[in-house]
């Protein structure tokens, strides 16, 4: 089972971006009921989970807090621009990481300026000032595990804006916003339009470019999910033997599922799971699960496990029998 965060932007006292006759918070929810409920409709083995269903104020941490709880496999965020001229319009797609132009970290603020409507947003966000462009340096350390994952999407929901809605692509973006900080899996935050702009704020406030442009997120999602789903099929039909006869580096990827200080009875407690292998590391029994000589094999087989009960799943790599660090493993099985 696949569970994916729909993140109706603002809410409540948080109106967001304001066009002339239309507020953000409306439109964001309109679009991301829609986008949740075609999913839902049409996607087998998919959890919809929305931040928000009704008109409320929820905190960018509680946000972020919901989609980790729920050990989301996404977490998309819809959101309205605005910008000072009213001449800019069109779509764009963020996922996290260092802002690269001053337009973007522009857009991060104004996303992040929802923290102010926190009474208590002091104690909830490390000191990080939304306003100011220097509390933006923190994300410059950001090592975003998901960045590929995560591309992927936006440039799918972009292509759908373009291609199939005639929006205007304005592109996909890297900036700092809390809420996809703060996630923990692939996350998008999408900008369905500028309320700033006339022409966009008369047709994001449509019934029918809500439900166009929800369609198209949907469909890049499904796009998304079906990549996702033939790439774990292909890794599960690999023949293990195969694998090992490839391999001449005796080099391993696995997949760790548990610790624990005993010894456990492995084909009664991880009952159904194939390739059991356990070793002691510091006063601890880990066991995993697998055996690939390709860390995308082990990666998928990861993400499988992850949907279902084991949550914590990681892949580590072995080099004859004696762990190794990833980095190594994989520079060596690249050498030829
Ligand atoms: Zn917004």
């Known amino acids: 089972m696949m569970v994916v965060v729909i993140d109706a932007g603002h809410g409540g006292k948080d109106p967001g971006a304001l066009g002339k006759t239309s507020k953000e918070k409306d439109i964001a929810l309109s679009i991301a009921l829609k986008t949740g409920s075609y999913i839902e409709k049409n996607l087998k083995n998919v959890r919809v989970i929305y931040t928000r269903k009704s008109d409320r104020f929820i905190p960018l941490h509680e946000r972020a807090r ?45 996303e992040n300026a929802s923290i102010l409507k926190e009474d208590d947003y002091l ?33 799918k929901v972009q292509r759908q804006f373009k291609e199939r809605v005639g929006l205007r692509d304005r592109g996909v973006y890297q900036a700092g916003f809390w809420v996809l ?17 006339t022409k966009d704020e008369k047709f994001l406030k449509t019934k029918s470019g809500q439900t166009y442009l929800a369609s198209a997120i949907y469909r890049a999602f499904k796009e998304y999910k079906e990549e996702l789903d033939r790439n774990q099929q292909a890794a599960a039909s690999v023949p293990i033997v195969q694998s090992e006869t490839i391999s001449n580096k005796n080099i391993f990827f696995r997949v760790q599922i548990a610790s624990s200080p005993k010894k456990v009875n492995t084909s009664r407690r991880f009952k159904g799971l194939s390739d059991m292998f356990n070793y002691k590391h510091l006063g601890e029994f880990k066991y995993c699960t697998g055996k690939f000589s390709s860390f995308n094999e082990a990666n998928a087989l990861k993400n499988t496990l992850r949907r279902g009960k084991y949550k914590d799943a990681f892949v580590v790599a072995f080099q004859d029998g004696k762990r190794i660090s990833l980095e190594k493993a994989k520079s060596l099985v690249k050498k030829p």
Do not use: R, W
């Open 123 to 155: 104690q909830h966000y490390e000191g990080f000032n939304p306003n100011s462009a220097e509390a933006y340096i923190i994300f410059s350390l950001y090592q975003n595990a998901y960045l590929d994952e995560s591309l992927n999407l936006a440039a």
């Open 181 to 197: 900080y703060k996630t923990t899996m692939p996350g998008i935050l999408v900008e369905t339009g500028y309320l700033s702009n």
């Open 66 to 110: 919901i989609a980790n709880d729920n050990h989301a496999d996404f977490f998309i965020s819809i959101h309205c621009n605005a910008n000072n001229s009213s001449k800019v319009y069109g779509t764009e797609t963020y996922v996290m990481g260092l802002h690269k132009s001053q337009e973007n970290l522009e857009v991060a603020k104004l």
